[in-house]
């Protein structure tokens, strides 16, 4: 297997105060909410539970890497402004040290600093970047800890408070490879038909050297990895609508430095694409390596396209006597250009309500439909809901067959048949005619 080639892509030395061999891991408990069910307002501290800092080389200092730290509040109906993030890390003593960021006043030990988060979001948006390495002294297994407290303006009593020592990250010095790749921002807009790059590099942060890394890949069925290496192996899209693809270089990444692919990696956005996702990362070749930080190994890509997805369904005429079964079969069509899917629930993206003709019982239903009611259903009505498959790729074309008894002969006896979006919630923006997104299915047409 060829090595990649490292020649202008390997850079060495980089700059201490942007990289380093942090691990932030599992936000689940390093969350202290202030507030009880009484209240309509709290206040929420949204930092890693646990960090990993590599040691110092001899002679050398430690890189530093960014720890990152937020306040949230719960309630998305108020406004809550002036967060005030209390960070103390007397406890790191003897194992790391901190440089604190512009936004963070520290006291004269500087040990314990306030930082100003301005106003506080819903959703965890980091707030503080506190830069942390270990300290030249500080051996691999050495432990200490940061401790939060925060309040703000807000809530029905004016002041909103998580307090100290509910929140805590545990920093331990370590040893290791940490591989890590860059996140693009989030795109709209993109014309179908263009051209994407993704990634061109991986860098090593640990103290150790990576013999060789791993890219992993998985893209949506409206993109395709363009570019090709000797080193990789693809599969899909299968039945998921993803493509997966691994590529594996015997390149060995040292510590400190970045290293080029032999060609930047590129992504086509088709001609059918709508709503896409192009996951990536990055890991070391030998499987026994554990990287230190996992935090920027992976990176999940979002892509829209400027496209649209002509949704439509079509009706039925049928006749019986009292008594008789009748096969009433409506249709859903993607007339394209795209597909489109929710690739971040992976729920389907579009659901059918049916409602039967009056008179009628049905007797036999399509396996993807259930009985259902919804606000102003009439009470007599008999409503069915049923879902199609979680992606609809162009021109998909779906039967529904519903077989039905006539109990009672009614002329002209119609059920509407009616394309929505599977939450309900929103639109289906994309889809340009809405006037086909419903029909009829009718039982003895008196014409």
Partial sequence: MSSLSAGRGLRRGLCAGAVGALVLTGFGSGVAFAGSAAQSDALAIRAPRNATVTAAPEGGAAQYRSLAVGLTHENRETTVTDGRLTVDVSGLAGVAEVAWPGNCSPDDTGTVAVCDT????????????????????????????I????????????????????????????????LGVSAPEDVTGVAPGSSLTVLSSVTNTGNETAHGFTVSMLSTYGLDVSTRYPQCTSTGPGSSGFTHVTCSFDTDVPPGATVELPEPLRLGVTGHALYERFEYGVQPADETVADLDGSDNNHTWRIGADNTADFSVKGTQVSGAAGDTVTTAFRFVNNGPAWAADVTSGDPLVA???????????????????????????????????????????????????????????????GRVVARSYSGARPL???????????????????
């Fill in 118 to 145: 301005g106003d506080v979001p819903n959703r965890h948006s980091p707030s503080v970047l506190l830069k942390v390495r270990a300290v030249s002294e500080a051996g691999v297994g050495a432990q200490g800890s």
């Fill in 352 to 414: 059918i309500d049916f409602y039967l003709p009056e008179g009628t019982t049905a007797t036999s239903v399509p396996r993807t439909c259930r009985t259902t009611t919804a606000p102003g259903d009439a009470p007599d009505a008999v409503h069915y809901v049923c879902t199609l498959p979680t992606w609809t790729t162009p021109d998909l074309d779906v039967s529904f067959p519903f077989v039905l008894r006539v109990d009672r002969v009614v002329p002209d006896a119609t």
């Fill in 429 to 447: 923006s994309f889809d340009p005619d809405t006037t086909n997104n419903s029909a009829v299915v009718v039982v003895n047409p008196s014409v």
């Fill in 147 to 178: 401790e939060y407290s925060a309040e703000a303006t807000g809530g029905p009593d004016g002041t909103l408070v998580a307090p100290g020592g509910s929140v805590r990250t545990s920093v331990t010095v370590a040893s290791g490879v940490d």
